[in-house]
């Protein structure tokens, strides 16, 4: 069984920068693609981005493309979401995720959620 717990979620200005963090545990961490996901409150959870095993590859929402980066320590059997100029909209519970596939972009690619972080942007 994989178990993820995120960190690092907390209530912000816009203009400024968090990064969140993702422990791994019960697989091979440098087996796993891993990806983050995020809900707004009434909205459906959507892809924010993912990372591939290696870490050479990184897919972005165009939301967050140009603000945000993931990156992972497969020694840590960590991975990251860095999130910089945060906005208002960026307002939701980030979830970890992973999957079986070379990336996690949709919800059907999960196999494993964290129980998420609640990232909080004032205007």
């Known amino acids: 069984q994989v178990q993820l717990v995120e960190s690092g979620g907390r209530l912000v200005q816009a203009g400024d920068s968090l990064k969140l963090s993702c422990r791994v545990s019960?697989?091979?961490?440098?087996?796993?693609?891993m990806g983050w996901f995020r809900q707004a409150p009434g909205a459906a959870r959507e892809f924010v981005a993912t990372?591939?095993?290696?870490?050479?590859?990184?897919y972005y929402a165009d939301s967050v493309e140009g603000r945000f980066t993931i990156s992972r320590d497969n020694n840590k059997n960590t991975v990251w979401l860095e999130m910089n100029n945060l906005e208002p909209e960026d307002t939701a519970v980030y979830y970890c995720?992973?999957?079986?596939?070379?990336?996690?972009?949709?919800?059907?690619?999960?196999?494993?959620w964290g129980q998420g972080t609640q990232v909080t942007v004032s205007s």
């Open positions: 995720a992973t999957g079986s596939g070379p990336s996690v972009v949709v919800t059907d690619d999960v196999d494993y």
């Open positions: 019960g697989r091979r961490f440098s087996d796993l693609a």
């Open positions: 990372i591939d095993w290696t870490g050479g590859s990184q």
